[in-house]
């Protein structure tokens, strides 16, 4: 069975660093591509940063500059830094996968990322 291992969350203060991480376990042969969306309280869920396995990358417009996703030399795990980290960022954060089939989407179980002084 295939899942997705985050971590990586915490408390932070304003204009402080984090970095997840999701690592794909189980056995797979293929990932499409890879990211993050995150859920703030009373908000809809919201695409943070997602890669493929080209390295074309997409940012949402409120972390450009600022977060940076990427791929291990494996290709099995992505990895999330949020720099300058600001109060609006705090959400729970989620990976996303497309694994094997275009159709086979997965989804990590959230890590709570608090921004606060």
């Known amino acids: 069975q295939v899942q997705l291992v985050e971590s990586g969350g915490g408390l932070v203060q304003p204009g402080g660093s984090l970095r997840l991480s999701c690592a794909v376990s189980g056995s797979f042969f293929r990932i499409h591509a890879m990211g993050w969306y995150r859920q703030a309280p009373g908000k809809e869920r919201e695409l943070v940063a997602s890669?493929?396995?080209?390295?074309?990358?997409d940012y949402a417009d409120s972390v450009k500059g600022r977060f940076t996703i990427s791929n291990s030399n494996a290709r099995n795990t992505v990895y999330l830094q949020m720099n300058s980290l600001k109060a609006e960022d705090t959400a729970v954060y989620y990976c996303k996968a497309v694994v094997n089939h275009m159709s086979n989407i997965l989804w990590g179980q959230g890590t709570q990322v608090t921004v606060a002084s």
């Open positions: 890669i493929t396995r080209w390295d074309s990358t």
